[in-house]
């Protein structure tokens, strides 16, 4: 099998559209889940509602302990038959979301369980609620500490968008997926592919690097 | 005098392994209460307990007359109960042997982010009277630097500041120079004298033994969880009654 240089520069504008898509369901995941994993973190962290707390730390024990794929059809077969009929494009950001949430809800504990027990006894002694000790104190300690698995997080979820193409959502793979179906061109399609998810990666991180050197030096 | 803080019956233990026994203490304005012992004699555990940092397994704590509610230190705490307790949590200004200063603060938001978020200071207020407590510790050209990048003294002296910014009818001070050198030791005593000088009433648990004699209006001996004796600080140095006192005495240069 030949690899034809000249159908990657005419593939690659096609499967841009695809690659746009992986980007808007990257960028929403990563809002959803990031914010309800820092909210689930802090909430595991206080300890308040401890029947809420088991229903939490069962939702990060199912989520880390089952397959990605098998949740995305689980919310795509399950949500309808709640009532709950989604597009396969927010059925794919809800599953998405709620599998980074558990990550980063992990992540966000276990940064601010890290954070010296000294700096919340000196919270709490100048009279500040658990909240603001959470909020004020320790969290804005551990964002440091939270940057390098956060980082991975994001590139995960940026290539855990492909998955969707099972649920039918035209992201990048899926895209690609369909050019390979109708006109047979296997090599050229995936490398285009490839370096698209690459040269996203490479930027999240690449930001991800200067954020840690500069903001949190 | 008026008693500030009232232990009574104060007592805890860790899985099992009994910290403190029941234990009486009463500081009335103007004393300078110094609690001595070996290291596990129950120091820390006690002035832990008066915050309720650590909440007393029996017994009760009084500040100013008002009975603290250890409800108020358990996550479960009702916003109220959490709210009334952190009101007097902030008239006993507590000092760490290891600082704990807020790591990612400068010098002079450590000290004004209580007034400004607890005592609803306005910032430019806050920071000006968090100005003034640096410049009374000899500080007041670090008020931008962090905690990382001052010695152990400045931390320590920043510390006291940040506990008298919430004007404190009481001091706590938990082993306040143990983590220091010979000279930052001095300049940390220096700033606490200053204190005593202007008639802080103050509870410590120290190792420094001369200037807890010189500084002292009592002292307390703890051994094994217990205040085994206490006095003047001329009665207990140099004429101690209980025969585990005068074994520690004995180990004093």
Redesign the interface.
Known sequence: MEFDFSLVWELAPKLFEGLVLTLQLSALTVALGLSSGIVLGLFRVSRVLPAVQVLVKGFVYFMRGTPLLVQIYMVFFLLPRLGLTLSPYWTGVAALSLHMAAYVTEITRSAIESIHPGQGEAAVSVGLTRFQTLWIVQLPQAAKQMVPPLTNELASTIKNTSLLSVIAVFELTKAGNSIIQREFIFFEVFFVVAVYYLIVVQLVTTVANVLERRVFA | MKAVLELAGISKSYNGVPALHPNDMTVSSGDVIVLIGASGSGKSTLLRCS?M?AVPDTGTVTLEGVALDPEGAR??ASRRQ??SL??Q??R?G?V?Q???????LSAMENIA??PR??LKVDKTEANDHALKLLKDVGLEEHADKRPSQMSGGQQQRV?IA??LA?EPSVMLFDEPTSSLDPRLTQEVLRTIRALTDNGMTMLMATHEMRFAEEIATEIAYMDAGRIVERGKPEQIFHSPAEESTKDFMSCIL
Do not use: C, D, G, W
């Not at chain 2, 290891?98 to 990612?104: A, P, Q, T, V």
């Open positions: 915050n940092l996550p479960r959490a709210a952190a009101r949590r902030i006993m507590m760490f290891s600082f704990n200063l807020f790591e990612h982010l209580s978020k607890v510390a940040r506990a919430l």
